[in-house]
């Protein structure tokens, strides 16, 4: 599962942590272990039907287990708050009841007997599921109808469902635990105008005299409950394949034309993770699916992978590039690492998420580069360090307060940070080794990091303890300050590496450090191990550069005292992503220096990487004077000629601080620019310089599709200096807007203002709803931006003689 979009796309935060009240750290004493195996299932079989009206399913099960080692005499299935009606021992073509005690959680069967280890035996269970009055949270009901009653004309009829961590027995009878492992056949009856969509292969599909259709899904390889999927809706299917294998695409109908686009890259991706693996893709079908108000950004689920719905994008969108393959690759990789080898517990996340997380990185690498993998690794990087609260909280996690809260920055970005740096000291030729014989031996099973570890030993004869027990048992990474210092006598650079997080933490650091004089580069391999140590490396005279690290894969938080000059040759000659934003973050800082400045300059207009361009667009303060008249000339080069639409986006949005009416023809020509980014950028900018005309323009953006950067310029222009004639239109864009963080921040600021002039109560009060229901989905982040701006509209409106609508802003306050 992808709860955190690894391209920054989306902000997630769990409610826990924003939670203002003094925290219970009662959990801090509480070892999760994983499930112990008292039965094993070995086949479940369920045949559904859905009661659109009362968000309802009907269900009944077959499932097939046994003793795991000692012999029981019951059984004991988690049954999440459904109504539960017979339970039965199946023997050949009879049935015989058996006795059962119901909490609304767990249903505890008393069996016929006492069973062995090698025998199996097979219940028989009706039931009725109930998500949408379960005493659960929203985001865990396990199965979710999705405006089955046809209520909202905008939003399409579906049902779907995300099992992990353990919703599935929100809706399926069963040992909902990731250690767990089940054969699964699924026979859904559906309306017939409807597609459906369940793990494994489509067996049969049969149409019923009541205008119904049957269709059976059937999972021959066993996987893990949390795995079950089951889609509905009125899907368009893109069909694809690889080595004839259906690798198909089920999108709404407007995205027909763009799903190959979004999804095509696919049947490349699977020979790519094979190759790296040496273990072919494991199952009968990939399909992927796109849902509505789905829980979280993407789900794994076996053969049948679920993207949350900004996975779409029409043609303009994609223009800006593809948002979404970041996410297909990561849950691709999922189908081997998670799906194919499943985390023992919850504890062991690392074993599903932190490959998944790598999977995004190594398809980038093949497919796009050593810059864009690195940016990639970079920014998860600067997502981890950034939550100061993760450096306490180790990868493999036996004590955490929730297991939804293991899905983090430290189970995705750190850990894939953490692979890569074992990729690095194995080499690549280990490493890749090591995962093959990881996969292999524990396929269709479920593992804890040890066996990651003795597969890594295994394959490299090396010791691997200090590495996995500082990465994944320990908590925290190095902080470390580097300091240099040449001895022209003895002929010697003097570097100084400290460690400053503890004398009680210290790490063990393998490091390359490169030293660059006149007679070119030389490297050398060194490994940190003490709070502060000074290596010394043979040089004639005061070297260029010393680049510790040379590498760049340690996760660590430096403080790198080098000169301006070593960040200006550091750039030029050493060269990978990582080593050139380096340069120019510290360059962009001193503007004042005319060869800092040269640099940035440079990185704007000539370097390779898209990325980095726009990183030195982001890097420039235009509060200086001496930025603003060095960089106005640049800024009009990079805004027309730039290769990359985000990078010209972002120049335009820069030439629109100057406010010069000179820039206004740069601007109006990029208006009705292919990309939203761009088009979004330009109109913004006019605004800032003839607010008529962009309204104007505005205007007639309305009766086009609008997306991105665009929808928010339009609905922005329309708020400032529209009226209130436009409510229903700024209203419907608003409500339409994806959850993403700042845009949607931005547009719920001009939102509130807006509503200064609305003066028709019932539309106030739509708004309002709109707006608190975006705030209190993170009400401390969000909150703290918008109640004031709540409070001083309540207050606007109490001035106008509005009572009823004042009270009703502050009943939300």
Same mark, same amino acid.
Request: net charge negative; aromatic share 12%.
């Given at each position: 599962?992808?709860?955190?979009?690894?391209?920054?796309?989306?902000?997630?935060?769990?409610?826990?942590?924003?939670?203002?009240?003094?925290?219970?750290?009662?959990? *801090?004493?509480?070892?999760?272990?994983?499930?112990?195996?008292?039965?094993?299932?070995?086949?479940?079989?369920?045949?559904?039907?859905?009661?659109?009206?009362?968000?309802?399913?009907?269900?009944?099960?077959?499932?097939?287990?046994?003793?795991?080692?000692?012999?029981?005499?019951?059984?004991?299935?988690?049954?999440?708050?459904?109504?539960?009606?017979?339970?039965?021992?199946?023997?050949?073509?009879?049935?015989?009841?058996? %006795?059962?005690?119901?909490?609304?959680?767990?249903?505890?069967?008393?069996?016929?007997?006492?069973?062995? #280890?090698?025998?199996?035996?097979?219940?028989?269970?009706?039931?009725?599921?109930?998500?949408?009055?379960?005493?659960?949270?929203?985001? =865990?009901?396990?199965?979710?109808?999705?405006?089955?009653?046809?209520?909202?004309?905008?939003?399409?009829?579906?049902?779907?469902?995300?099992?992990?961590?353990?919703?599935?027995?929100?809706?399926?009878?069963?040992?909902?635990?990731?250690?767990?492992?089940?054969?699964?056949?699924?026979?859904?009856?559906?309306?017939?105008?409807?597609?459906?969509?369940?793990?494994?292969?489509?067996?049969?599909?049969?149409?019923?005299?009541?205008?119904?259709?049957?269709?059976?899904?059937?999972?021959?390889?066993?996987?893990?409950?949390?795995?079950?999927?089951?889609?509905?809706?009125?899907?368009?299917?893109?069909?694809?394949?690889?080595?004839?294998?259906?690798?198909?695409?089920?999108?709404?109908?407007?995205?027909?034309?763009?799903?190959?686009?979004?999804?095509? %890259?696919?049947?490349?991706?699977?020979?790519?993770?094979?190759?790296?693996?040496?273990?072919?893709?494991?199952?009968?079908?990939?399909?992927?699916?796109?849902?509505?108000?789905?829980?979280?950004?993407?789900? =794994?689920?076996?053969?049948?992978?679920?993207?949350?719905?900004?996975?779409?994008?029409?043609?303009?969108?994609?223009?800006?590039?593809?948002?979404?393959?970041?996410?297909?690759?990561?849950?691709?990789?999922?189908?081997?690492?998670?799906?194919?080898?499943?985390?023992?517990?919850?504890?062991?996340?690392?074993?599903?998420?932190?490959?998944?997380?790598?999977? &995004?990185?190594?398809?980038?690498?093949?497919?796009?580069?050593?810059?864009?993998?690195?940016?990639?690794?970079?920014?998860?990087?600067?997502?981890?360090?950034?939550?100061?609260?993760?450096?306490?909280?180790?990868?493999?996690?036996?004590?955490?307060?929730?297991?939804?809260?293991?899905?983090?920055?430290?189970?995705?970005?750190?850990?894939?940070? +953490?692979?890569?740096?074992?990729?690095?000291?194995?080499?690549?030729?280990?490493?890749?080794?090591?995962?093959?014989?990881?996969?292999?031996?524990?396929?269709?099973?479920?593992?804890?990091?040890?066996?990651?570890?003795?597969?890594?030993?295994?394959?490299?004869?090396?010791?691997?303890?200090?590495?996995?027990? &500082?990465?994944?048992?320990?908590?925290?990474?190095?902080?470390?300050?580097?300091?240099?210092?040449?001895?022209?006598?003895?002929?010697?650079?003097?570097?100084?590496?400290?460690?400053? &997080?503890?004398?009680?933490?210290?790490?063990?650091?393998?490091?390359?450090?490169?030293?660059?004089?006149?007679?070119? *580069?030389?490297?050398?391999?060194?490994?940190?191990?003490?709070?502060?140590?000074?290596?010394?490396?043979?040089?004639?005279?005061?070297?260029?550069?010393?680049?510790?690290?040379?590498?760049?894969?340690?996760?660590?938080?430096?403080?790198?005292?080098?000169?301006?000059?070593?960040? +200006?040759?550091?750039?030029?000659?050493?060269?990978?992503?990582?080593?050139?934003?380096?340069?120019?973050?510290?360059?962009?800082?001193?503007?004042?220096?005319?060869?800092?400045?040269?640099?940035?300059?440079? #990185?704007?207009?000539?370097?390779?990487?898209?990325?980095?361009? &726009?990183?030195?667009?982001? %890097?420039?303060?235009?509060?200086?004077?001496?930025?603003?008249?060095?960089?106005?000339?640049?800024?009009?080069?990079?805004?027309?000629?730039?290769?990359?639409?985000?990078?010209?986006?972002?120049?335009?949005?820069?030439?629109?601080?100057?406010?010069?009416?000179?820039?206004?023809?740069?601007?109006?020509?990029?208006?009705?620019?292919?990309?939203? #980014?761009?088009?979004?950028?330009?109109?913004?900018?006019?605004?800032?310089?003839?607010?008529?005309?962009?309204?104007?323009?505005?205007?007639?953006?309305?009766?086009?599709?609008?997306?991105? *950067?665009?929808?928010? #310029?339009?609905?922005?222009?329309?708020?400032?200096?529209?009226?209130?004639?436009?409510?229903?239109?700024?209203?419907? *864009?608003?409500?339409?807007?994806?959850?993403?963080?700042?845009?949607?921040?931005?547009?719920?600021?001009?939102?509130?203002?807006?509503?200064?002039?609305?003066?028709?109560? =019932?539309?106030?009060?739509?708004?309002?709803?709109?707006?608190?229901?975006?705030?209190?989905?993170?009400?401390?982040?969000?909150?703290?931006?918008?109640?004031?701006?709540?409070?001083?509209?309540?207050? %606007?409106?109490?001035?106008?003689?509005?009572?009823?609508?004042?009270?009703?802003?502050?009943?939300?306050?």
């Amino acid at each position: 599962m992808k709860r955190h979009s690894l391209t920054a796309l989306f902000l997630v935060v769990t409610m826990q942590a924003l939670a203002q009240s003094a925290p219970d750290t009662s959990w *801090k004493t509480v070892y999760r272990e994983s499930a112990p195996k008292v039965n094993d299932l070995i086949e479940t079989k369920l045949n559904v039907r859905f009661d659109f009206d009362h968000s309802r399913m009907q269900g009944e099960e077959w499932v097939t287990l046994k003793p795991h080692f000692y012999p029981t005499d019951t059984l004991d299935l988690d049954a999440k708050q459904m109504d539960i009606g017979e339970v039965a021992l199946v023997a050949g073509t009879n049935s015989h009841p058996l %006795q059962y005690t119901y909490d609304g959680w767990h249903l505890k069967i008393r069996l016929d007997k006492t069973y062995t #280890a090698n025998e199996k035996y097979k219940i028989h269970v009706t039931y009725l599921a109930k998500p949408d009055e379960a005493k659960v949270p929203d985001g =865990e009901k396990g199965l979710h109808f999705i405006n089955p009653k046809k209520e909202d004309k905008s939003m399409p009829t579906e049902i779907w469902t995300d099992g992990e961590t353990n919703h599935t027995s929100v809706w399926c009878p069963t040992i909902d635990e990731p250690n767990q492992k089940t054969t699964e056949e699924i026979i859904m009856t559906v309306p017939g105008k409807y597609v459906t969509l369940s793990n494994g292969r489509l067996v049969s599909d049969r149409i019923n005299s009541d205008g119904t259709r049957t269709d059976d899904w059937k999972m021959e390889l066993p996987h893990a409950p949390y795995l079950f999927f089951m889609g509905v809706g009125d899907f368009s299917i893109v069909r694809d394949h690889y080595k004839g294998m259906e690798v198909n695409y089920y999108v709404e109908k407007d995205y027909v034309s763009t799903a190959r686009r979004i999804f095509g %890259q696919t049947p490349s991706m699977i020979p790519f993770f094979e190759q790296l693996t040496g273990v072919p893709f494991p199952w009968v079908k990939y399909s992927q699916i796109v849902l509505r108000d789905f829980t979280s950004a993407a789900m =794994e689920n076996t053969t049948a992978t679920a993207h949350g719905e900004p996975a779409q994008q029409d043609a303009r969108e994609l223009v800006d590039g593809n948002r979404w393959e970041s996410n297909i690759a990561h849950e691709l990789f999922h189908q081997w690492f998670g799906d194919l080898v499943t985390c023992e517990s919850w504890s062991n996340l690392t074993l599903n998420e932190s490959f998944a997380n790598y999977g &995004q990185y190594l398809w980038k690498e093949h497919a796009y580069g050593d810059d864009e993998a690195r940016a990639e690794l970079y920014n998860g990087m600067t997502d981890y360090l950034r939550n100061r609260s993760d450096e306490s909280k180790p990868l493999v996690r036996y004590y955490y307060e929730d297991q939804e809260g293991v899905f983090d920055d430290i189970s995705y970005q750190k850990g894939g940070l +953490i692979l890569n740096m074992l990729r690095n000291y194995l080499g690549d030729s280990a490493f890749f080794h090591g995962l093959h014989l990881y996969l292999v031996t524990n396929k269709f099973k479920s593992a804890e990091a040890h066996q990651l570890r003795l597969a890594m030993e295994e394959v490299s004869g090396q010791d691997l303890n200090w590495f996995f027990n &500082q990465w994944y048992f320990g908590s925290g990474h190095p902080k470390v300050t580097i300091d240099y210092s040449y001895d022209a006598a003895a002929g010697k650079i003097n570097v100084a590496i400290t460690q400053t &997080q503890g004398a009680q933490h210290l790490f063990q650091i393998p490091l390359v450090v490169d030293v660059y004089d006149k007679g070119g *580069k030389k490297s050398y391999k060194i490994s940190v191990t003490q709070e502060k140590e000074i290596f010394s490396f043979d040089c004639p005279a005061m070297p260029d550069l010393v680049n510790v690290d040379a590498d760049k894969v340690t996760l660590w938080d430096k403080k790198d005292n080098k000169t301006i000059p070593n960040f +200006i040759f550091q750039y030029a000659h050493a060269g990978n992503y990582c080593d050139r934003r380096e340069a120019i973050a510290e360059c962009a800082r001193h503007p004042s220096d005319p060869e800092a400045l040269d640099l940035v300059k440079h #990185a704007l207009l000539k370097d390779p990487y898209y990325g980095l361009r &726009q990183f030195a667009l982001e %890097q420039l303060n235009m509060k200086s004077d001496t930025v603003r008249q060095a960089m106005a000339p640049i800024l009009q080069e990079v805004a027309r000629a730039d290769t990359k639409s985000t990078v010209r986006a972002k120049a335009i949005e820069l030439l629109a601080t100057y406010g010069k009416k000179e820039f206004e023809p740069l601007f109006a020509e990029n208006l009705h620019d292919s990309s939203y #980014a761009v088009a979004g950028a330009a109109l913004a900018a006019l605004a800032a310089l003839d607010s008529s005309a962009a309204l104007a323009e505005a205007k007639r953006d309305m009766n086009i599709p609008t997306k991105g *950067k665009l929808a928010v #310029a339009v609905t922005g222009i329309l708020m400032d200096f529209g009226s209130e004639d436009l409510f229903d239109f700024i209203a419907s *864009k608003y409500a339409a807007q994806r959850f993403i963080l700042p845009d949607k921040m931005t547009s719920t600021i001009h939102f509130v203002r807006y509503l200064e002039k609305v003066h028709q109560t =019932e539309r106030l009060k739509r708004a309002i709803d709109l707006i608190v229901h975006f705030r209190d989905a993170l009400p401390g982040l969000i909150g703290r931006r918008v109640n004031p701006e709540l409070t001083n509209l309540a207050a %606007q409106k109490d001035s106008e003689g509005l009572k009823d609508q004042a009270d009703y802003i502050r009943h939300f306050l």
